[in-house]
T-cell receptor
Framework: DAKTTQPNSMESNEEEPVHLPCNHSTISGTDYIHWYRQLPSQGPEYVIHGLTSNVNNRMASLAIAEDRKSSTLILHRATLRDAAVYYCVGQTGANNLFFGTGTRLTVIP | DAGVTQSPTHLIKTRGQQVTLRCSPISGHKSVSWYQQVLGQGPQFIFQYYEKEERGRGNFPDRFSARQFPNYSSELNVNALLLGDSALYLC??????????????FGSGTQLSVL
């Protein structure tokens, strides 16, 4: 089962770091943890993914708990353009992503 | 390079009708997946196609079908439309690499309204 649990909404001040949590206690040992975000009137956009160790890219960092039951997406400096719904995504197959309801991030100027 | 393109962008149908949605993947991508997104919810997986073969199917009724063409474009068909089929239908493409860490690239979707 690839179910993920996230808070419905979070707020952040502009240019401050944001930590978006996700619980995925039923994730299997071979499934990656993916994060996508969706801006209004657009399809989801890939953010980052990882398996066991922490990951960094130009958009964000992903911190994965040692037991892999939870992870945190870190936006180092939130901008107004980061306002979106962020999905922590599980897998039910090689390309079958399981999206939850996501966290709506509001960035306050 | 063009991203994933979907057509039409908006569509209005009535109950009982049939609809066909189209998707062109990113050049070089051979896998196409379809997702349904109901308002206020995350996308739900419908189908995945790779090399013209169905490689995965979500929990959707047989009214939903899809196919992939030799140029890797894809169509999603929905028969006997119900009001509950009103949603944003998203197409995503990927290379794929055969591993479980595929990065999907989504189109902007087709907004289907069933009246």
């Amino acid at each position: 089962d690839a179910k993920t649990t996230q808070p419905n909404s979070m707020e952040s001040n502009e240019e401050e770091p944001v930590h978006l949590p996700c619980n995925h206690s039923t994730i299997s040992g071979t499934d990656y943890i993916h994060w996508y975000r969706q801006l209004p009137s657009q399809g989801p956009e890939y953010v980052i993914h990882g398996l066991t160790s922490n990951v960094n890219n130009r958009m964000a960092s992903l911190a994965i708990a040692e037991d892999r039951k939870s992870s945190t997406l870190i936006l180092h400096r939130a901008t107004l353009r980061d306002a979106a719904v962020y999905y922590c995504v599980g897998q039910t197959g090689a390309n079958n992503l399981f999206f939850g309801t996501g966290t709506r991030l509001t960035v306050i100027p | 390079d063009a991203g994933v393109t979907q057509s039409p962008t908006h569509l209005i149908k009535t109950r009982g009708q049939q609809v066909t949605l189209r998707c062109s993947p990113i050049s070089g991508h051979k896998s196409v997946s379809w997702y349904q997104q109901v308002l206020g919810q995350g996308p739900q997986f419908i189908f995945q196609y790779y090399e013209k073969e169905e490689r995965g199917r979500g929990n959707f009724p047989d009214r939903f079908s899809a196919r992939q063409f030799p140029n890797y474009s894809s169509e999603l068909n929905v028969n006997a439309l119900l009001l509950g089929d009103s949603a944003l239908y998203l197409c995503a493409s990927s290379l794929p690499t055969g591993s479980r860490n595929e990065k999907l690239f989504f189109g902007s979707g087709t907004q289907l309204s069933v009246l």
